[in-house]
């Protein structure tokens, strides 16, 4: 297609958008980006103009765009059998839950849903009917943290921890009650480094005691809380709010959807503070995001619970998508990718060299901290830094803009004042070359100096 053509499709597709699309987030977005097609690092709009995807689409696409072995495996799946529900098996399905377990190094078993949110809700009702079925009805609650995110549907929403995302949308789901995150930059305790005692951890056992212990089920946390602008915790945390969980039998949920497979350098975010859940939810880099597909891993000897007799003793939850065989191949061939490729220490490797590169602009006036885990990055503006009051709205979007003006789709996040973000956020897929890794580093410079 030449320019003149690229020009006319794309108005013609701007004008239908507006007529029939309700985008995600902003429904009122007159002017959306359409992308066209994807390779490696990069995608290319409508229009031909080419962007390096630095948040690897919604944190998702680890092995890259245009991974032609993912497509073929589809095709092949697709013409053997597309379709089969997973109240009873198929090879694809059987494969792929096999190798999560190996990639957990633990004993589980695995649920298979739509989406991060759907994983979620699986391991709060597996929980719930878990103890009611040891006689322990009473404990329904869930602790997360404020600043979380955990997905949209009314369960997962009432375990966020932001209030711009449900105010509106209340009642949620009840039964979640929230502790302060880990947030050493804004440390909900008025501590510092020196003087840290992990009130934060021990905000855990504070309020499973002030809740009543025979009331809490579960803890939900994300190794490091993403969405909520890279909130990464203290070295000890976890084994900490592990040592807590197992002092009051509380079920610990890690949420993978975004840590897992790779993100943060190692396979599962967890393994990196050498702690070992009872659920696993995970998503987005399950497949790559290539096909929607999400699963739950539950500690293995909870299984045993749900055998009774009688039809209610069941895990009584189908799901018509979840475990469809086309996204099982996919998710399978993904994490084959990753393990032919050892994309998973590459992750941690390039995790290193975007620091080299992005640790640069810590002294700009306007930036107040720069957190990294694994292969993401979030910095934090702020008005100053001495005040730390967080950048305008303006500020964030200007950066934002120049980036994408050169090139770079970054995102943000954070949510430190309920409504925007401050905190820019970078997570390329992990083909992402040196060389593009240099050219992340100079826009995000160039885009700084322009503050
Ligand atoms: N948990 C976390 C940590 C997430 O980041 C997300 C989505 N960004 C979800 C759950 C929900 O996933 P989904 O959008 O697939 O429902």
């Known amino acids: ?96 839950a096999e ?5 957990l190094e633990g004993d589980y078993r695995i649920f298979f849903s739509n989406s991060g949110s759907d994983a979620n809700e699986v391991a709060f009702k597996i929980i719930r009917q878990y103890y009611h079925q040891k006689g322990e009805a009473t404990r329904y609650k869930f602790i997360s943290r404020y600043r979380a995110y955990h997905g949209n549907s009314m369960g997962a929403l009432g375990a966020t921890g932001q209030s711009s995302r ?35 951890a021990k905000a855990y056992e504070d309020t499973i005691i002030a809740e009543g212990p025979e009331t809490i089920a579960g803890v939900i946390l994300e190794p490091t809380i993403t969405g909520g602008g890279v909130i990464v915790p203290p070295d000890d945390y976890l084994a900490q709010v592990r040592a807590i969980c197992d002092k009051y039998g509380v079920m610990l949920i890690a949420d993978e959807v975004i840590c897992g497979f790779g993100r943060s350098g190692q396979r599962f975010g967890h393994q990196n503070y050498g702690v070992q ?23 293995a000897d909870l299984y045993e619970t749900f055998k009774g007799n009688e039809p209610t003793s069941h895990f009584r939850h189908v799901n018509t998508f979840g475990g469809n065989p086309v996204s099982c191949a996919v998710g399978l061939e993904n994490m084959n990718i990753m393990e032919r490729e050892d994309l998973v220490a590459r992750s ?16 700009h006036p306007n930036v107040g901290d720069i957190r990294y ?79």
């Open 1 to 96: 297609m030449n320019t003149v053509e690229n020009k006319a499709l794309k108005e013609e597709l701007l004008e239908k958008d507006r007529k029939y699309v309700w985008h995600h987030m902003s429904p009122h977005n007159d002017n959306p980006m359409i992308v066209a097609s994807g390779e490696g690092s990069w995608i290319t709009d409508v229009e031909g103009n080419k962007f390096l995807d630095g948040m690897s689409g919604l944190w998702c696409v680890n092995v890259g765009h245009g991974r032609v072995e993912i497509a073929e495996k589809a095709y092949e799946q697709m013409k053997t059998l597309a379709y089969s529900p997973m109240s009873q098996s198929h090879e694809p399905g059987i494969r792929l």
């Open 166 to 200: 449900k105010i509106k949308y209340e009642p949620l789901g009840t039964g979640f009650v929230h502790v302060p995150p880990p947030y050493c930059y804004r440390c909900p305790f008025g501590q510092s480094e020196s003087n840290c005692a992990m009130e934060c």
């Open 348 to 363: 941690a490797y390039l995790g290193e060299e975007l620091r080299k590169r992005i640790s640069v602009v810590a002294e």
């Open 277 to 299: 859940p009872d659920f696993v939810t995970m998503a987005k880099g399950l497949t790559s995001a290539y096909s929607p597909l999400s699963a739950t891993a539950v500690r």
């Open 99 to 103: 190798k999560i377990n190996d990639w």
């Open 373 to 451: 885990f694994g292969f993401m990055c979030g910095i934090e503006l702020v008005e100053d830094k001495a005040s730390k009051t967080p950048a305008s709205p303006d500020k964030v979007l200007k950066v934002i803009q120049s980036c994408k003006q050169q090139g770079l789709i970054i995102g943000k996040n954070g949510d430190t004042v309920p409504g925007y973000a401050n905190i820019l956020t970078i997570a390329p897929p992990f083909v992402t070359t040196e060389e593009e890794l240099d050219l992340i580093g100079q826009i995000v410079q160039n885009a700084m100096a322009q503050l």
